[in-house]
Structure formats: structure tokens, C-alpha cells
């Protein structure tokens, strides 16, 4: 029986009752905190958030040192948008007891959408530790899916594999691949029917140039049913099948894509006859001032990939405006000249290489 199911069926409860053969004894107060809590979580159920925020804080009032109710009310306060309200109920939910792993990890989720990964990490790192230590298995259930009425996060608590994946994925956009392969290989050996590590697990053996191995997860991710997994077996299969040398791999690309929306082409009667100009110093001047935009904190690979392949996006659709198309030989000229001309601004540790800059930008391209 869910949680849900619980409160549901038992709107009258009698001062004792049996959960799995355990009797459980309710005082009056606990009883009367019990109906007002199953009408907050009604009123949340129904996205009527005002009323769930008036019920939870009134349960906080009459019960200041509860931390669960803290928990639901800054649960409320994510979902209506207000992270400023939602931290502090976390923050005084783990205040009052520091083990709770929903808040912290919720309070991770804030800080991830602050751009503040390394406090994110923080706390799921501790999340991830507390459930470790009390569960032999990564994927063991524990009954979470059930007692969370068939889902894994929810206001009542979050499963132990959305922890861990997003820990492991932080760790990864963060450079410390190292220890967040750890935890993927651990998800996809306990919870062998979970797609999102067998992505990210791709997307670090694709970095590292290991694509057929890649491909393998990718394959995997698409068949539990990750949302992306579909473009990247497309893209990893062109690579795999493609009988041109790794130079010409982004002619096979364009001509194997099915999504264009530049409408690059190869065709050798739209090749632009001419060399564009030398815009290096204004390529690196621009990009210096991006860089320079990013302050001196939160700087990490994920931005900086972003920030650059967005710039270059920006040229291309520019080209594209003006002319209806981008001929792939004026495309490749455009990313040379970005690519040197970041080895003289902050992003030149970005890319290992100039082919790995291409590629980053060419699958940017055909899998927007």
C-alpha cells in the first residue's frame, strides 16, 4: 500500500492501527497533524499550491521541530518557482535532522540552478553517503516505488538512483570523470533498466574517442528509453559506418543527417570559391569579452563548451540569414579560425584538439 493510499483510506483513524503487522499507536495531536497533513498533500496533489503552503505552515507553527513538514512546505515552494523560500525550509529541515537525504538533496537541486556545482555535488555527495550506508545495493528498492505511490521523486522523498545519477553527472560536467564513472557503473550494474547513466556513460567513451563502445550504451540508453538517445545512436552510427577518413567524417555527417535545419551542404557547386577573411582578432577579441562576462567563479568545462559552440552557433545562423544556406568549406574556414583564434583566450583548454571543436559544433548543428 502506498503512502498516498495510506492517508487516503484512513481519514478516520482510529488510535491504533496496523501498517505490514506493526501496531501503531496515534496520540490525539498526532492524529489531528495526520488529517491536516492528508488535506495539504490533497491540495498539492491538485497544483492548488497556496492552500498546500497555508496547511504545511500550519503544521510547522504547531509543530516548530517537525523537519518533515519543512521538507513538504520547501518541496511546494520549488515547485511554484520561489528556490529563495524553498532553500530555507531545507535548510531548517536538515537542521533539525541532518540525515534527512530529500532536503539535501532538493537544496542540491537549487544550487544547480544557481550555476553553483561544486555545492550541489556537496550535498548529494552527503545524500548519496547516508543511503549508501544503510543499503547493501544500489538498485535494492526498499519498497520506494510503491511507498512513493509509483514514483521515484516526489514531495515524500527522492530513491537513492535520481541521487546518484545526478551526483555522478554533476561530477562529469565538472571534469572529475573519474569518480563520476564510478557511480554511473554502479548505477548501471544495480539498476540495469535505468537509462540516463548509460547516456552520460556514452557521452564521456564518446569524448574519449571511444566510440564504439559508446555507441553500445548509447544502444542501451535508446532501449530503456531516454528521451536523446535516439540522435546520439544516429550520430555514433554514421561515425562507426562512415568509410571516409576522420578529416572528411563531417562531410558524412551532413550528408547522413536528417535534421538541417542550416542546410549545410557538400554539394561542390554551392562551395564558396573564395577564402573567407582572416577574422581571427575579431573572433578573439569577441570571445575574450565572453570570457571576461563569466566573472571568476563558476567557470567549468560545461559553461565553457557552451558558451563557445553557442558563439560559433550564432556566425553560422548569421551566415545562414544572409545567404540561405552554408556551404561546408566556408563552415569549415569559420571553425578554424574560432578554434585558433580561442587558443588566445580563456577557452583554450576547452577542446583537446581541433577535430574535437568540430565535432562538438557539427553534432551542435545537425541535432538542434
Do not use: W
Not at 215 to 230: I, R, T
Not at 338 to 346: C, I, L, W
Amino acid at each position: 500500500m502506498g503512502i498516498f493510499d495510506f492517508f487516503k483510506k484512513k481519514e478516520n483513524l482510529s488510535p491504533t492501527i496496523s501498517i505490514d503487522g506493526k501496531r501503531i499507536s496515534f496520540d490525539d495531536k498526532t492524529k489531528a497533524n495526520l488529517q491536516i497533513d492528508l488535506q495539504a498533500l490533497t491540495a498539492y496533489e491538485a497544483k492548488n499550491y497556496n492552500k498546500a503552503l497555508e496547511l504545511y505552515s500550519q503544521l510547522i507553527d504547531q509543530n516548530p521541530t517537525a523537519h518533515q513538514y519543512y521538507q513538504f512546505r520547501g518541496t511546494v515552494y520549488e515547485d511554484m518557482d520561489n528556490d529563495v523560500m524553498a532553500q530555507q525550509d531545507f535548510e531548517k529541515s536538515i537542521s533539525i535532522v541532518p540525515q534527512n537525504t530529500t532536503s539535501l538533496y532538493r537544496l542540491a537541486m537549487i544550487y544547480h540552478r544557481k550555476n553553483n556545482l561544486k555545492q550541489a555535488i556537496s550535498y548529494l555527495k552527503e545524500a548519496y553517503n547516508i543511503l549508501s550506508a544503510n543499503d547493501e545495493k544500489l538498485g535494492k528498492e526498499l519498497g520506494y516505488k510503491d511507498f512513493m505511490d509509483g514514483s521515484y521523486n516526489n514531495i515524500l522523498m527522492v530513491h537513492k538512483r535520481i541521487i546518484a545519477f545526478n551526483l555522478a553527472n554533476f561530477l562529469v560536467q565538472t571534469n572529475r570523470v573519474e569518480e563520476g564513472t564510478v557511480i554511473l557503473d554502479e548505477l548501471i550494474k544495480y539498476c540495469p533498466t535505468y537509462s540516463y547513466p548509460y547516456f552520460v556513460k556514452a557521452l564521456v567513451l564518446v569524448e574519449n574517442r571511444q566510440i564504439e563502445r559508446g555507441l553500445e550504451l548509447a544502444k542501451k540508453a535508446e532501449k530503456y528509453g531516454h528521451p536523446q538517445s535516439v540522435a546520439l545512436v544516429n550520430q555514433l552510427t554514421s561515425l562507426m559506418t562512415s568509410h571516409f577518413s576522420s578529416g572528411d567524417r563531417y562531410t558524412y555527417m551532413v550528408d547522413n543527417t536528417t535534421f538541417n535545419p542550416f542546410k549545410i551542404t557538400c554539394d561542390q557547386r554551392y562551395q564558396n570559391p573564395q577564402n573567407l577573411p582572416n577574422l581571427q582578432a575579431t573572433f578573439s577579441n569577441e570571445l575574450n569579452n565572453l570570457y571576461q562576462k563569466l566573472g571568476t567563479t563558476n567557470i567549468n568545462r560545461q559553461t565553457l563548451v557552451q558558451m563557445s559552440t553557442g558563439y560559433v552557433f550564432n556566425l553560422v545562423e548569421s551566415y545562414y540569414n544572409n545567404a540561405g544556406y552554408v556551404p561546408k568549406n566556408s563552415l569549415d574556414q569559420i571553425l578554424e579560425q574560432v578554434y585558433n583564434a580561442m587558443q588566445h583566450t580563456g577557452f583554450i583548454s576547452v577542446f583537446s584538439s581541433l577535430d574535437d571543436f568540430k565535432y562538438n559544433c557539427y553534432y551542435g548543428f545537425l541535432n538542434r
